[in-house]
């Protein structure tokens, strides 16, 4: 009977190491969920945005040339007599909705950068961000839409 000894303690000690090694699963798994949570609210914001410009610029169709001459997008000035449409022109409107817009995706996604690009009449609207925060531009994830007027 002695020897016998002491085997309780022993699948005490391997139990505690199997939920150990559970609960280590588990804050990993609750990590991945949460940086996943985090890339797919990025992912709707930039989309939010792109339909957000795409539809600024149907409503300003006599502006359309404006939205696309403006580059870098960061060179957009506010327009402060543009917060109503009396005494705003079409161009100081599509600036102001550059700016605005440019404001809102550099101060929500990490990283955040806008492009217009027009080919043939179709109208493409990117937006890039560092979805991990590594700095690294080469794996950074886009969103883009196309619309034509």
């Known amino acids: ?3 016998n000894t002491g085997f309780t303690l022993v699948e005490v000690l391997i139990a505690m190491l199997v939920l150990a090694v559970g609960l ?13 949570n985090q890339s797919a609210y990025n992912r709707s914001q ?7 410009l795409a539809d600024r610029m149907r409503a300003n169709v006599a ?13 957009a000035q506010a ?10 022109s079409p161009a100081n409107m599509a600036e102001n909705d550059l700016f605005e817009w440019n404001s809102a995706i550099t101060s929500t996604l ?5 492009a217009i690009a027009v080919a043939s009449g179709v109208f493409t609207i990117t937006i890039t961000w560092d979805d991990d925060r590594d700095g690294d531009d080469s794996n950074n994830p886009s969103f883009q839409t196309s619309f034509q007027l």
């Open 1 to 3: 009977m002695n020897k």
């Open 24 to 36: 280590l699963g588990l804050a990993g798994l609750q990590a991945t969920s949460l940086g996943s």
């Open 46 to 52: 930039a989309t939010q945005f792109a339909y957000d």
């Open 63 to 75: 502006a359309m040339a404006t939205y696309t001459a403006i580059l870098p997008l960061g060179n």
């Open 79 to 88: 327009k402060p007599n543009c917060l109503t449409t009396p005494g705003c």
């Open 110 to 114: 990490p990283s955040g950068v806008g």
